[in-house]
T-cell receptor, first 109, second 114 residues
Framework: RKEVEQDPGPFNVPEGATVAFNCTYS??????FFWYRQDCRKEPKLLMS???SGNEDGRFTAQLNRASQYISLLIRDSKLSDSATYLC??????????FGAGTTVTVRA | NAGVMQNPRHLVRRRGQEARLRCSPM?????VYWYRQLPEEGLKFMVY????????ESGMPKERFSAEFPKEGPSILRIQQVVRGDSAAYFC????????????FGPGTRLTVL
């Protein structure tokens, strides 16, 4: 079983729409949780950390459910520039990142 | 402040040759991590180094792969006798210390083995 599993999508949405997707992780010892963004053939960039209480960063809202080992990301009022692959990432041992294969989002005009 | 630098960006090798991938961390960062991304897969942790020390190499294949981070100069990931299955994107990341959650990634080296 993969450590981090994501729906690969693609999610194809019009500008202004809300899109949400999630991932599950298998290792209950995971300590920290993140969403990264990866544009085509480029390096991953941190989008936001994810906290148990849920957190927002502008149009992005992330939620963590430790009991279900489930992480979600919601994008409101999506923009063309939000088109990317979103990577669900968990950290264990204080430094070791485990990445999901990514969820592809395409925002169309 | 320059970001993490990796070179070369693209590397083509024939089976059996050696590949050397370089990573210069961000200024002030002394912790380096290497990850490999196979096509259609997520990034996989390979190795964690500090200056002159390998801290965790649990993700490194047991043979042909080695990594170092010398006192002076960049971190090097070395792959000897490359095979087609080594074709992947290799990303390096750095952080200022082990308590800092965020890792900053370089642009990656895309290795193609013919």
């Amino acid at each position: 079983r993969k450590e981090v599993e994501q729906d690969p999508g693609p999610f194809n949405v019009p500008e202004g729409a809300t899109v949400a997707f999630n991932c599950t992780y298998s290792n209950s010892a995971s300590q920290s949780f993140f969403w990264y963004r990866q544009d085509c053939r480029k390096e991953p960039k941190l989008l936001m950390s994810v906290y148990s209480s849920g957190n927002e960063d502008g149009r992005f809202t992330a939620q963590l459910n430790r009991a279900s080992q489930y992480i979600s990301l919601l994008i409101r009022d999506s923009k063309l520039s939000d088109s990317a692959t979103y990577l669900c990432v968990v950290m264990k041992d204080g430094y070791k990142l485990s990445f999901g294969a990514g969820t592809t989002v395409t925002v169309r005009a | 402040n320059a970001g993490v630098m990796q070179n070369p960006r693209h590397l083509v090798r024939r089976r059996g040759q050696e590949a050397r991938l370089r990573c210069s961390p961000m200024k002030g960062h002394s912790h380096v991590y290497w990850y490999r991304q196979l096509p259609e897969e997520g990034l996989k942790f390979m190795v964690y180094l500090q200056k002159e020390n390998i801290i965790d190499e649990s993700g490194m294949p047991k043979e042909r792969f080695s990594a170092e981070f010398p006192k002076e100069g960049p971190s090097i990931l070395r792959i000897q006798q490359v095979v087609r299955g080594d074709s992947a994107a290799y990303f390096c990341a750095s952080s200022p210390d082990s308590t800092y959650n965020e890792q900053f990634f370089g642009p990656g080296t895309r290795l193609t083995v013919l």
